[in-house]
């Protein structure tokens, strides 16, 4: 089993920036597409980003494209989202999760891995 566990959310002000940090631990990372997704009170569950095993392809929701980058160091078993020009809109509880992507489209894939507790971003002034 994949165990995956989120780190880094907090408080910040509209504009601002975080890293969240998804450490992963029982199988080697190497061979797993992972995602960030997030979920913001009353809403659904939506794919964020994922980035391919070898950390050659990445893709981007429509709502945090060229505000977000994700990355990975398969040599400290960790994927990252660097989040910056965060907004309001951006509060939500991050999670990441094995994925598949098509543009995007991005689906958690339960497998391997099941859903951690997550980290809490709350963007305010």
């Known amino acids: 089993q994949l165990q995956l566990v989120e780190s880094g959310g907090g408080l910040v002000q509209p504009g601002g920036s975080l890293r969240l940090s998804c450490v992963a631990s029982g199988l080697t990372l190497d061979y797993y597409a992972i995602g960030w997704f997030r979920q913001a009170p009353g809403k659904e569950r939506e794919g964020v980003s994922c980035i391919s095993s070898s950390g050659s392809n990445t893709h981007y929701a429509d709502s945090v494209n060229g505000r977000f980058t994700i990355s990975r160091d398969n040599a400290k078993n960790t994927v990252y989202l660097q989040m910056n020009s965060l907004k309001n809109e951006d509060t939500a509880v991050y999670y990441c999760?094995?994925?598949?992507?098509?543009?995007?489209?991005?689906?958690?894939?339960?497998?391997?891995?099941?859903w951690g507790q997550g980290t809490q971003v709350t963007v305010s002034s």
């Open positions: 999760l094995e994925c598949s992507a098509i543009g995007t489209m991005i689906e958690p894939r339960l497998g391997a891995s099941t």
